[in-house]
């Protein structure tokens, strides 16, 4: 089996096995990785081989539609008016960008390679960052992180205040008015609704079966594995194939790693961007910018400490002297 | 004797301004704690001219941890002072106490949080919305008892 989790291994034993035998036997393995890159679960997607087909997108669809949203109209009247609602229950068949009802879809680039037009075809979805900021800065604890990387957002604790889309650098996270808690709360002054994303169909996985999109794909786009075995592969195909990698550190990695025959500043400029429609460019790790504040908050006691001392030793000498 | 009260008149000179210090850097850690939620951009905060910054979440999240440094360093430095200077002749008071716990659970909460947010998943997801919940309460109590203090003219310490 080496260092593929193949789609039949996976299979066989469940992830718990697969994972297990890949960090387990591999000597070394384990001090030459973070902790994230042996618990944390990645997919290759091999843009090469993409046809395009949308068999993936469907079986998105089918797999979770019970997940949807189903929106109780009227909607609560907005206050202030600024807060508009965002209404896809009407719009449930969009399928050329990310909506509540579509987690999933297949961006199309035209690109020069070796002097040929050729037409790629990508599926884009959250990309479930190794650190998320949807997850690490939800101010409610709706979104969370699972042991094996995946990030999702609970339906029943989310207020939909779409901060999670306001961090999340690929404007993954779309927002279904008329759905979940708020509605209980203060439902005209806070909240609107609830956020919507791909979950890596964590259900499936922890039954030990693939994400429906890895499943129905009829050209093995997609592979699945511990993060480190997937890094590897991403490398090794990158090597075969003379192309490019994107997720690897993206955002500070993330656990969604696509390998190109193209580099992917072309991509980025190829493909269709906009709301729901996440670009391709450089994301730089924006949760580190105050995590290395960190070392700060260590210090900082210890600053006010020495102040302190200082203080005392001026204060007792001044006493000593005028006694 | 009485050359040490003067002095200690001239250190609480140096103490107001200490004051000024916190009760900014409260207001700054207030100000940019609650803008850790999305409300400011929904409720026109941000649209005050110098205000724009609030609606952004990763610069508020930089303020509040600079912030989060500051606090710490002053109230090691009132802690310290008070313990080792300041205890002979004045006592906490009731609200002081109450005051220091709150904050107490403030930074405790908010150094969980600082750990929270490293590449590292190391809290259950009800841990973190507990955390989440009892930061906020914590602020909220501490905000208030704050306010009761300020109208009643309580302070921290008295004259033993
Ligand atoms: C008087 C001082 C403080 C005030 C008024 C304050 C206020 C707040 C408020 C209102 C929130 C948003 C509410 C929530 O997410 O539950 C928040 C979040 C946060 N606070 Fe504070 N805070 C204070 C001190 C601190 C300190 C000392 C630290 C760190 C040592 C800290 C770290 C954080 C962090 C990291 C968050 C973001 C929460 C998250 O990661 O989801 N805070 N603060
Ligand atoms: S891509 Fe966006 S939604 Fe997905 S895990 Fe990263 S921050 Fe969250
Ligand atoms: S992993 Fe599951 S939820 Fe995510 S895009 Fe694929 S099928 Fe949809
Ligand atoms: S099913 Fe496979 S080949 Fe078809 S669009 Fe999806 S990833 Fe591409």
């Known amino acids: 089996m080496g260092q593929d989790i193949s789609r039949r291994a996976f299979l066989k034993g469940g992830f718990a096995a697969a994972a297990g035998v890949a960090a387990g036997s591999i000597p070394g393995a384990a001090a030459a990785v973070g902790p994230e890159e042996q618990t944390q679960l990645a997919t290759l997607l091999d843009i090469s081989k993409c046809i395009g087909c949308g068999a993936c997108v469907e079986a998105c669809t089918e797999t979770n539609a019970r997940k949807y949203p189903n929106p109780k109209k009227p909607f609560p009247k907005m206050v202030p008016a600024r807060a508009r609602v965002s209404d896809w229950s009407d719009k449930q068949d969009v399928t050329e960008r990310l909506t509540p009802y579509n987690w999933l879809y297949i961006q199309h680039a035209s690109v020069d390679i070796n002097g040929e037009e050729t037409e790629l075809t990508i599926p884009r979805r959250c990309m479930h960052c190794v650190n998320p900021p949807c997850v690490k800065l939800c101010p409610w604890g709706a979104a969370k992180q699972l042991e094996n990387g995946i990030s999702r957002i609970d339906p029943e604790i989310c207020l ?164 | 004797m009485k050359t040490a009260a003067v002095t200690l008149t001239h250190s609480n000179r140096q103490n107001r301004s200490m004051r000024y210090l916190y009760v900014l850097t409260v207001f700054c850690m207030a100000l940019t704690g609650f803008g850790q939620m999305p409300i400011y951009k929904r409720y026109y905060l941000s649209d005050i001219p110098g ?84 930061h906020l309460g914590f602020v909220m109590i501490f905000l208030l008892v704050n306010l009761y203090c300020l109208i009643f003219k309580k302070r921290w310490t008295k004259a033993r």
């Open chain 1, 160 to 323: 939909g205040g779409s901060k999670c889309n306001a961090v999340c650098p690929w404007d993954i996270p779309q927002r279904q008015t008329g759905v979940g808690l708020y509605l209980d709360i203060l439902p005209n002054f806070a909240g609107n609704g609830v956020m919507f994303k791909c979950d890596r169909c964590y259900d499936q996985i922890e039954a030990g079966q693939l994400p429906a999109c890895i499943e129905a794909c009829p050209e093995d786009v997609q592979t699945i594995g511990p993060r480190a075995d997937i890094i590897k592969q991403a490398h090794k195909l990158a090597r075969e194939i003379n192309g490019y990698i994107y997720g690897e550190t993206e955002n500070g990695g993330t656990n969604t790693v696509y390998v190109s025959p193209v580099p992917f500043e072309e991509l980025d400029v190829a493909i269709e961007k906009g709301k729901g429609k996440p670009h391709l460019a450089a994301a730089s790790d924006r949760m580190a910018d105050a995590n290395t504040l960190a070392a700060a908050m260590v210090i900082a006691p210890l600053a006010g400490i020495a102040a302190a001392a200082r203080k005392i030793y001026n204060y007792t000498r001044k006493s000593k002297e005028r006694a």
């Open chain 2, 51 to 134: 205000f724009g910054w609030l609606a952004n979440f990763w610069t508020t999240r930089y303020v509040h941890y600079a912030g989060a440094a500051l606090l710490l360093a002053i109230v090691a430095y009132m802690l310290v002072q008070h313990v080792i200077l300041l205890r002979a002749r004045f006592k906490m008071t009731p609200s002081g106490y109450l005051r220091g716990i709150l904050l107490l659970g403030i930074v405790l909460t908010g150094v969980l949080f600082v750990i929270k947010n490293f590449p590292v998943l190391v809290f259950s997801p009800e841990f973190i919305i507990a955390l989440n919940l009892s």
